[in-house]
């Protein structure tokens, strides 16, 4: 039977409150959806109405809306890892992750740039990396870069070769879809200004792009990242049939501001290139509105429903 294993996140955050809001409005039979979670932090932010199983994970402390603490970045980390271990198990087929808060798990002493990264260590094996693919709708984006300062970014041909035969294969073996259109973004402002204004489509973004498409795969030469995703915003809104199947973007920032400004709540971060597929609102913990159960749920709504 498939199951969906779930995190709520740091428990000072709203992880627990649009898990709750989310699984209410989902009307999921109980037996597909396994909680990892403490009881304790269920209660303190509403009430399930099914009898869903709960994976207890420790946690000794009182419930705090807003606060950053170790505690919590110990209980946030644990829940991401023993969701691994029941999906390497083959006791969940997919995971959800609520948010969590880097800052807190850095306190706890599990240094990770995002749950990512948790993934990657816990599920990948044979060589395998976890991409961040996201998606809203018809909207998909790409990042060949995961968590990583702007001045540390490095890209080369061999990076973007292989990273892109693997979502090919994505394509062909999870969404269905044999010969998708990819769109690259160029790195430099105007695709580089044939080199004026940087070098990198010049060494690394064309060169790969001749050897993608020499494998017959669909891609675009390296396209100003402005203009580029102009079109897919339009194509968005317009619920139109999308020009391209994944906009591939360089770094975090060029490929999440064009999908969070267009879809907002409904963007959702999906991990692949792992076994398991894990998905997670596009959002992070919103501390400042923890505890006051004005935290709108649609963002895990579509996480859920992007596993099911």
């Given at each position: 039977?498939?199951k969906?294993g779930?995190?709520?996140g740091?428990?000072?955050?709203i992880?627990a409150?649009?898990t709750?809001k989310?699984?209410?409005?989902?009307?999921?039979p109980k037996n597909e959806?396994?909680?990892?979670?403490?009881?304790?932090?269920?209660?303190?932010?509403g009430?399930?109405d099914?009898?869903y199983e709960?994976?207890?994970i420790?946690?000794d402390v009182e419930?705090?809306?807003?606060?950053?603490?170790?505690?919590?970045g110990e209980?946030?980390?644990?829940?991401?890892?023993k969701?691994?271990e029941y999906?390497?198990n083959k006791?969940i087929s997919a995971i959800?992750?609520?948010?969590?808060?880097?800052?807190?798990m850095?306190?706890?002493?599990?240094?990770?740039?995002?749950?990512?990264e948790?993934?990657q260590?816990y599920?990948?094996?044979?060589?395998q990396?976890?991409?961040?693919?996201?998606?809203?709708?018809?909207?998909r984006?790409?990042l060949?870069?995961?968590?990583?300062?702007l001045k540390?970014?490095?890209i080369?041909?061999?990076?973007?070769?292989?990273?892109?035969?693997k979502l090919?294969?994505?394509y062909?073996?999870?969404?269905?879809?044999y010969n998708?259109?990819?769109?690259?973004?160029a790195f430099?402002?105007h695709?580089?200004?044939?080199g004026?204004?940087?070098q990198?489509?010049?060494?690394?973004?064309?060169?790969?792009v001749?050897?993608?498409k020499s494998?017959?795969?669909?891609?675009?030469?390296?396209?100003p990242?402005?203009t580029?995703f102009?079109?897919?915003a339009?194509?968005?809104?317009n619920?139109?049939?999308?020009?391209?199947?994944?906009?591939i973007?360089?770094?975090?920032?060029?490929?999440?501001i064009p999908?969070?400004?267009?879809?907002?709540?409904?963007?959702v971060?999906?991990?692949i290139g792992?076994d398991?597929?894990?998905?997670?609102?596009?959002?992070?913990?919103?501390?400042?509105?923890a505890?006051?159960?004005?935290?709108n749920e649609?963002?895990?709504?579509e996480a859920?429903k992007?596993?099911?």
């Amino acid at each position: 039977m498939r199951k969906i294993g779930i995190t709520t996140g740091d428990p000072n955050g709203i992880g627990a409150e649009i898990t709750i809001k989310a699984l209410k409005t989902l009307d999921l039979p109980k037996n597909e959806v396994v909680l990892f979670t403490n009881k304790k932090i269920i209660d303190f932010y509403g009430e399930l109405d099914k009898d869903y199983e709960i994976v207890e994970i420790p946690f000794d402390v009182e419930v705090t809306p807003g606060k950053i603490d170790k505690i919590c970045g110990e209980f946030s980390f644990n829940a991401v890892k023993k969701a691994c271990e029941y999906a390497t198990n083959k006791n969940i087929s997919a995971i959800v992750t609520a948010p969590t808060a880097k800052c807190a798990m850095y306190m706890a002493g599990h240094n990770f740039n995002g749950q990512t990264e948790i993934l990657q260590k816990y599920l990948a094996h044979n060589g395998q990396l976890a991409e961040m693919f996201f998606v809203a709708g018809n909207f998909r984006v790409l990042l060949l870069t995961r968590h990583c300062a702007l001045k540390d970014i490095k890209i080369s041909k061999e990076l973007v070769v292989e990273k892109i035969e693997k979502l090919k294969e994505f394509y062909s073996t999870r969404l269905k879809i044999y010969n998708p259109k990819f769109a690259l973004c160029a790195f430099n402002p105007h695709a580089g200004e044939d080199g004026i204004l940087g070098q990198e489509e010049i060494k690394y973004l064309q060169p790969a792009v001749e050897i993608l498409k020499s494998e017959g795969i669909q891609i675009t030469n390296p396209l100003p990242a402005d203009t580029l995703f102009v079109k897919a915003a339009q194509e968005y809104f317009n619920n139109s049939t999308a020009s391209y199947d994944c906009y591939i973007a360089n770094y975090h920032d060029q490929g999440l501001i064009p999908i969070k400004t267009v879809a907002g709540d409904k963007t959702v971060n999906m991990t692949i290139g792992l076994d398991v597929i894990r998905t997670s609102p596009g959002h992070g913990t919103a501390f400042d509105i923890a505890g006051k159960n004005i935290a709108n749920e649609t963002g895990m709504i579509e996480a859920i429903k992007a596993v099911l």
